[in-house]
């Protein structure tokens, strides 16, 4: 069984998501816990932060990149593979009313402007014609 978990509320002491999580966890026994948590767009990990991390499975972050575009960075994969996916990352957009993926491929931070969407030019801080100022490039 799956179990969808869209909105744990913690106005503040937010190391208590780690206990939350280990009782979802043990809840479900053999099925599977997709919890949403929310985060500070600056921020790399959801409320509860380094909290949160600890007892997930398997982590990944959304973020808006761009007008259209969006990012999914896969924070930690508990898993081994043959090929680690820890703070790999996909662009993506979504169509149909939210409802399809398109455009998934694997992206990198640009290496002009490092991610910060700006660059140098001379004395002067302009945008980074490179990534499109998204701070991204297509791997």
Not at 54 to 61: G, P, R
């Given at each position: 069984k799956i179990n969808f978990i869209d909105w744990i509320n913690?106005?503040?002491n937010f190391f208590q998501i780690g206990k939350i999580i280990k009782d979802i966890k043990r809840a479900v026994c053999t099925g599977v816990a997709v919890i949403v948590l929310q985060k500070d767009e600056e921020s790399t990990l959801g409320r509860g932060r380094s909290f949160s991390k600890?007892?997930?499975?398997?982590?990944?972050?959304i973020d808006p990149m761009g007008q259209f575009d969006k990012r999914a960075t896969v924070i930690k994969a508990k898993a081994p593979t043959s090929a680690p996916l820890d703070y790999r990352t996909w662009g993506f957009q979504?169509?149909?009313g939210g409802t399809k993926f398109h455009n998934i491929r694997e992206i990198v931070k640009c290496n002009v402007c490092y991610g910060k969407k700006w660059r140098k030019r001379g004395n002067i801080s302009v945008p980074c014609d490179d990534c499109g100022r998204t701070g991204y490039t297509d791997k």
């Open positions: 913690l106005e503040d600890e007892l997930a499975d398997f982590y990944i972050t979504l169509v149909e």
